[in-house]
């Protein structure tokens, strides 16, 4: 399990990143939301956390950065619904996060992924 280290002057923080559902901006600080929903935050801004998961990701590029607010682990993108504003996490068990998106950003990532989809087959 992929695992990044966070230090402050005070403390340290180990965040296991397959769990790691999304991360959203909160200021001049990150929140990261496991998909069981627990809830991290750390000392970064949303573009530091954005070049620290690029920079310690695997080859899997899981993490992508979804309009200005949010980046997500798109292995966990279950549902994309544009007309409601809305894109729904899941870990095809029990764990379920909605978060709420513009409809131009979701319909954008969709089309990228339909896009992607189309160049694999």
């Not at 990044?4 to 005070?10: A, E, K, W």
């Not at 690029?54 to 607010?69: L, Q």
């Amino acid at each position: 399990m992929a695992r990044l280290y966070f230090n402050t002057r005070d403390e340290m923080t180990c965040v296991e990143t397959d769990n790691i559902a999304l991360v959203k901006a909160d200021g001049n600080y990150s929140k990261i939301v496991y998909i069981n929903g627990r809830q991290i935050n750390i000392t970064f801004g949303i573009s530091k956390m954005d070049e620290i998961l690029k920079e310690n990701n695997d080859k899997r590029n899981k993490f992508v950065k979804v309009g200005r607010s949010y980046i997500i682990n798109h292995y966990f993108v279950f549902k994309i619904e544009p007309l409601k504003l809305q894109m729904i996490l899941s870990d095809g068990d029990k764990n379920n996060i909605k978060v709420s998106l513009p409809k131009q950003t979701l319909k954008a990532y969709k089309d990228a992924i339909s896009m992607k989809n189309k160049k694999n087959h």
